[in-house]
Protein backbone atom coordinates (compact mmCIF):
# COMPACT_ATOMS: atom_id res chain seq x y z
CA UNK A 1 0.00 0.00 0.00
CA UNK A 2 1.19 3.57 -0.74
CA UNK A 3 0.35 6.94 0.91
CA UNK A 4 0.68 9.62 -0.73
CA UNK A 5 1.03 13.73 -0.04
CA UNK A 6 1.27 16.42 -2.29
CA UNK A 7 3.25 20.03 -0.81
CA UNK A 8 3.84 23.07 -2.42
CA UNK A 9 1.00 24.59 -4.19
CA UNK A 10 -0.17 27.84 -3.46
CA UNK A 11 -0.41 31.28 -5.31
CA UNK A 12 1.80 32.36 -7.96
CA UNK A 13 1.44 35.27 -10.63
CA UNK A 14 1.13 34.11 -14.61
CA UNK A 15 4.52 33.83 -16.05
CA UNK A 16 5.40 32.29 -12.40
CA UNK A 17 7.10 28.84 -11.84
CA UNK A 18 6.29 26.11 -8.88
CA UNK A 19 7.02 23.04 -8.11
CA UNK A 20 5.11 20.10 -6.84
CA UNK A 21 6.13 17.22 -4.65
CA UNK A 22 4.33 14.28 -3.53
CA UNK A 23 5.72 12.47 -1.00
CA UNK A 24 5.11 8.28 -0.96
CA UNK A 25 5.43 6.16 1.76
CA UNK A 26 6.53 2.13 1.59
CA UNK A 27 9.51 0.59 0.30
CA UNK A 28 7.75 -0.50 -3.00
CA UNK A 29 7.81 3.30 -4.35
CA UNK A 30 10.18 2.29 -7.40
CA UNK A 31 7.51 0.03 -8.71
CA UNK A 32 4.70 2.01 -9.29
CA UNK A 33 4.27 4.41 -11.98
CA UNK A 34 3.75 8.08 -11.10
CA UNK A 35 1.47 10.53 -11.90
CA UNK A 36 -0.13 14.05 -11.82
CA UNK A 37 -3.44 14.50 -12.55
CA UNK A 38 -5.47 18.05 -11.97
CA UNK A 39 -9.25 19.03 -11.74
CA UNK A 40 -10.02 23.07 -12.25
CA UNK A 41 -13.87 23.78 -10.79
CA UNK A 42 -16.34 22.71 -12.48
CA UNK A 43 -14.79 20.67 -15.16
CA UNK A 44 -13.42 16.80 -15.22
CA UNK A 45 -10.22 15.42 -13.17
CA UNK A 46 -7.15 15.57 -16.35
CA UNK A 47 -3.99 13.74 -16.91
CA UNK A 48 -1.05 15.76 -16.66
CA UNK A 49 1.88 13.83 -16.88
CA UNK A 50 3.11 10.56 -15.18
CA UNK A 51 6.84 8.69 -15.34
CA UNK A 52 7.75 5.14 -14.83
CA UNK A 53 10.00 3.48 -12.58
CA UNK A 54 12.55 3.62 -15.44
CA UNK A 55 12.10 7.20 -15.59
CA UNK A 56 10.34 7.26 -18.71
CA UNK A 57 7.27 9.95 -19.12
CA UNK A 58 5.00 11.18 -20.91
CA UNK A 59 2.70 14.19 -20.80
CA UNK A 60 -1.27 14.89 -21.12
CA UNK A 61 -2.76 18.03 -22.69
CA UNK A 62 -0.12 20.04 -25.63
CA UNK A 63 -0.74 23.06 -23.33
CA UNK A 64 1.75 21.39 -20.58
CA UNK A 65 4.17 19.94 -22.87
CA UNK A 66 7.74 22.22 -23.13
CA UNK A 67 6.27 24.07 -19.11
CA UNK A 68 6.06 20.94 -17.41
CA UNK A 69 8.43 18.67 -16.38
CA UNK A 70 8.27 15.73 -14.25
CA UNK A 71 10.70 13.78 -12.43
CA UNK A 72 10.74 11.54 -9.24
CA UNK A 73 13.42 10.45 -6.87
CA UNK A 74 12.97 7.09 -5.67
CA UNK A 75 15.85 7.41 -2.96
CA UNK A 76 13.49 9.61 -0.99
CA UNK A 77 10.11 8.38 -2.71
CA UNK A 78 8.88 11.89 -3.89
CA UNK A 79 8.04 12.67 -6.80
CA UNK A 80 7.98 16.10 -8.28
CA UNK A 81 5.98 18.34 -11.14
CA UNK A 82 7.88 21.58 -12.21
CA UNK A 83 5.62 24.03 -13.41
CA UNK A 84 7.18 26.97 -15.18
CA UNK A 85 5.59 29.75 -17.34
CA UNK A 86 2.30 29.18 -15.44
CA UNK A 87 -0.79 30.24 -16.88
CA UNK A 88 -4.21 31.46 -15.38
CA UNK A 89 -5.65 28.32 -16.97
CA UNK A 90 -3.31 26.01 -15.01
CA UNK A 91 -5.31 26.98 -11.97
CA UNK A 92 -6.79 23.38 -10.38
CA UNK A 93 -5.96 20.97 -7.50
CA UNK A 94 -3.08 19.31 -8.28
CA UNK A 95 -3.28 15.81 -7.62
CA UNK A 96 -0.44 12.54 -7.45
CA UNK A 97 -1.26 9.34 -8.16
CA UNK A 98 0.56 5.68 -7.90
CA UNK A 99 -0.44 2.58 -9.84
CA UNK A 100 1.19 -0.99 -11.17
CA UNK A 101 -0.05 0.07 -15.03
CA UNK A 102 0.09 3.99 -14.70
CA UNK A 103 -1.33 5.73 -17.80
CA UNK A 104 -3.54 8.57 -18.77
CA UNK A 105 -6.48 7.33 -17.53
CA UNK A 106 -7.42 8.09 -13.61
CA UNK A 107 -8.62 4.37 -13.78
CA UNK A 108 -4.79 2.76 -14.06
CA UNK A 109 -3.65 4.41 -10.54
CA UNK A 110 -5.31 2.91 -7.40
CA UNK A 111 -3.22 5.00 -4.95
CA UNK A 112 -4.59 9.04 -4.53
CA UNK A 113 -3.02 12.10 -2.67
CA UNK A 114 -5.28 14.39 -1.57
CA UNK A 115 -4.37 17.36 -3.28
CA UNK A 116 -2.66 20.79 -3.43
CA UNK A 117 -4.38 23.88 -5.16
CA UNK A 118 -2.55 25.38 -7.38
CA UNK A 119 -3.85 29.57 -7.94
CA UNK A 120 -2.18 31.28 -11.04
CA UNK A 121 -3.48 34.83 -10.92
CA UNK A 122 -3.58 37.13 -13.86
Same mark, same amino acid.
Given at each position: QVQLVESGGGLVQAGGSQRLS? @? *?? #?? $?? /? /?? $? &? *????? @?? =???REFVAAI? #?? #? @??IYGPDSVKGRFTISRDD @??? $????? &?? /?LRPEDTAVYYCAAGLRGGVFATAYGYWGQ =? $??VTVSS
Amino acid at each position: QVQLVESGGGLVQAGGSQRLSC @A *GS #GR $TF /S /SY $T &M *GWFRQ @AP =GKEREFVAAIR #GN #G @ASIYGPDSVKGRFTISRDD @AKN $TLYLQ &MN /SLRPEDTAVYYCAAGLRGGVFATAYGYWGQ =G $TQVTVSS
